[in-house]
């Protein structure tokens, strides 16, 4: 999940910011630079759904997010603050590590649980600790790519393609047991 959106150069290590809103803004032009979006579109969504609620889901984390009308395929970007900013979080520690995803509104049936694993591999204190640690973009994508998620998770968004009719994610399920040599199956989603 993390590699076909994630590349080293989606990875910002001791981003300097005076805040939380500077921190998004930062954030949202290097995105904008990156994929080639509008600016003003990202800002736009990620300033909106911050306003519903932070982000932040504690634990010096942060997992800003917006479904957008004009993608057809998710972009991410991985922040690391330094110095950590206030976030608004649910335990109020400062935020240094943002993980930052947009997604095509089109494919948002695929959004939650992509967004569910996203948090449960934040969640992790191995995880948050080595990506503190970490002194280069390529360690830390290395971090997130090795890291294996609990085996409660079943559900695994290996793509979303675009095409004229719409965007179509693929996915498959872990039905089997886990001590199981068969293959995981793979299907394609509805089209949304």
């Known amino acids: 999940m993390i590699s076909p ?32 979006l509008d600016e003003k579109v ?6 909106d ?25 998710p972009v991410a970007s991985l922040t ?3 110095p950590p900013v206030d976030f608004d979080g649910p ?4 935020v240094d590590l943002i993980y930052t995803i947009l997604w095509p509104r089109s494919a948002s049936s695929a959004f939650l649980p992509a967004l569910s694993r996203i948090c449960r591999l934040l969640r992790a204190s191995q ?6 640690l970490a002194q280069s973009a ?3 994508l290395t971090v997130l790519e090795t890291q ?16 004229d009719s719409g965007p179509t994610a693929f996915a498959y399920q872990r039905s089997l047991p886990a001590r199981s040599r068969s293959p995981p199956r793979r299907q394609a989603l509805p089209r949304l």
Do not use: M, Y
Not at 12 to 34: E, N, P, Y
Not at 49 to 73: F, Y
């Open 5 to 36: 959106i994630l590349s080293e150069e989606d990875i910002s290590l001791d981003l300097v910011t005076k805040g939380k809103q500077s921190a998004l803004s930062k954030i949202a032009i290097r995105i904008a630079r990156r994929s080639g």
């Open 42 to 47: 990202v800002l736009r969504g990620l300033f």
């Open 80 to 82: 690391r603050l330094a």
């Open 49 to 73: 759904r911050e306003r519903l609620a932070s982000t932040g889901i504690g634990r010096g984390v942060a997992i800003p997010h917006a479904l957008l009308e004009n993608i057809c395929s």
């Open 91 to 94: 335990d109020d520690d400062p």
């Open 138 to 140: 390529d360690e830390a």
């Open 148 to 163: 294996l998620l609990p085996s409660s998770t079943n559900l695994h968004i290996s793509r979303i393609r675009c095409s």
């Open 127 to 132: 995880v948050r600790e080595r990506l503190r």
